[in-house]
């Protein structure tokens, strides 16, 4: 499908595709995480794939290999532990960022972000989706957009995390406290 919402591209699925770095990451666990996959994607928005990346060197070389050549390709590595390699490209007119971090996928920050911002999406359905869009469309990113919407306190990022092992009652009765009604009650009782 060679369209998104914003522009004339392709979606961000046909972009991935297109580039073959799921397959060239695939010794590094990749997952792609980020707004494109929750539909809170803006024209600036990135596709971001997180690795699990034990040997830096060995997913730095594939990068390079890979990605030299396209357009403002950059690959740096942190100085500051867990230390991880972060990419980022245009390719088929979209930007990337590809982050390696020797920690598994499922124990880092931008993936545990991700799945409590989708199970979150899930239950407040599409009320949520367009408040959590319209904050967005304010100017704010993507985790304070969350914290704003469903009025959570402190550092947003902190917040989501906490959330991020929350049962799914938790997660319910904040949407509901937030005033969206959970997709589950939306059902049986005619929702928004």
């Not at 914003?6 to 972009?15: I, M, N």
């Not at 730095?60 to 390709?73: K, P, R, S």
């Not at 996928?105 to 239950?123: D, I, K, P, T």
Request: a neutral charge; hydrophobic letters at 50%; charged letters at 20%.
């Amino acid at each position: 499908m060679w369209h998104n919402r914003w522009t004339e591209k392709p979606s961000y699925e046909e972009a991935l595709a297109l580039t073959g770095l799921m397959k060239t990451l695939a010794a590094f666990n990749p997952r792609v995480a980020g707004t494109p996959p929750l539909g809170l994607d803006l024209p600036s928005s990135d596709i971001d794939i997180l690795c699990h990346a034990r040997d830096a060197t060995a997913l730095a070389t594939a990068l390079w290999t890979m990605g030299a050549d396209w357009e403002d390709f950059t690959l740096h590595q942190w100085r500051r532990a867990p230390r991880p390699i972060i990419a980022r490209f245009r390719a088929h007119g979209w930007a990337f960022e590809v982050f390696g971090s020797p920690e598994p996928v499922e124990m880092q920050a931008g993936w545990r972000h991700f799945m409590v911002e989708a199970r979150l999406l899930s239950l407040g359905g599409p009320a949520l989706r367009a408040a959590v869009m319209a904050a967005r469309l304010d100017g704010l990113k993507t985790e304070p957009a969350f914290a704003q919407v469903l009025k959570l306190r402190g550092d947003p990022y902190a917040a989501l995390l906490l959330l991020a092992a929350a049962p799914e009652d938790r997660l319910s009765a904040l949407v509901a406290a937030a005033g969206f009604i959970p997709a589950s009650r939306g059902l049986l009782t005619g929702g928004r």
